[in-house]
T-cell receptor, first 115, second 112 residues
Framework: NAGVTQTPKFQVLKTGQSMTLQCAQDMNHEYMSWYRQDPGMGLRLIHYSVGAGITDQGEVPNGYNVSRSTTEDFPLRLLSAAPSQTSVYFC??????????????FGPGTRLTVL | GENVEQHPSTLSVQEGDSAVIKCTYSDSASNYFPWYKQELGKRPQLIIDIRSNVGEKKDQRIAVTLNKTAKHFSLHITETQPEDSAVYFCAASYSGYSTLTFGKGTMLLVSP
């Protein structure tokens, strides 16, 4: 199993450009999430999905869109990149927990710089 | 929503010493508390987790304690080694919920 994969590893954008960060998992996990990590801020939730066709907003959703057409893939779209979106982006997946949460498995991350 | 506070932000210890990192959470409905270790340039990786039906869990040199009444939980690392140097994150979530709320992290430096 490859686990959770993300592409690209690095990306530089100019302000106003759009792009899609790719995330895929081969563990048949129902839950997938996107987090951004900024120095001194921990990981903050952008969007998440509890299954194909179902998405919801997290703590910092502005400027990002997601969709989930398959169980395996959960792309994150930046509509019009801004310098404030310079960050490291992590995708994660997990099994659903009926009574308790379960371990989230993280992808290797995408380091995005917006000039 | 849930809020997780983590202290200290940095922690320096000598090899062989113990290290303790503390977190508090705000939502009494939270019942799952994982700890992640993140080495420089790498992804966060789970090192230990605890559910609210237990008060303590150990795995070799690592232990986590949970006080539901006070809404705080702690990570204890004994006999620290230089390879324990990393950023550690605590997190919280609740029943069946798919996402985690993270603390801001603690940079642990273990000096030989």
């Amino acid at each position: 199993n490859a686990g959770v994969t993300q592409t690209p590893k690095f990306q530089v954008l100019k302000t106003g450009q759009s792009m899609t960060l790719q995330c895929a998992q081969d563990m048949n996990h129902e839950y997938m999430s996107w987090y951004r990590q900024d120095p001194g801020m921990g990981l903050r939730l952008i969007h998440y999905s509890v299954g194909a066709g179902i998405t919801d907003q997290g703590e910092v959703p502005n400027g990002y869109n997601v969709s989930r057409s398959t169980t395996e893939d959960f792309p994150l779209r930046l509509l019009s990149a801004a310098p404030s979106q310079t960050s490291v982006y992590f995708c994660a997946s997990s099994h659903p927990g009926r009574d308790y949460g379960y371990e989230q498995f993280f992808g290797p991350g995408t380091r995005l710089t917006v000039l | 929503g849930e809020n997780v506070e983590q202290h200290p932000s940095t922690l320096s210890v000598q090899e062989g010493d113990s290290a303790v990192i503390k977190c508090t959470y705000s939502d009494s409905a939270s019942n799952y508390f994982p700890w992640y270790k993140q080495e420089l340039g790498k992804r966060p990786q789970l090192i230990i987790d605890i559910r609210s039906n237990v008060g303590e869990k150990k795995d070799q040199r690592i232990a986590v304690t949970l006080n539901k009444t006070a809404k705080h939980f702690s990570l204890h690392i004994t006999e620290t080694q230089p390879e324990d140097s990393a950023v550690y994150f605590c997190a919280a979530s609740y029943s069946g919920y798919s996402t985690l709320t993270f603390g801001k992290g603690t940079m642990l430096l273990v000096s030989p």
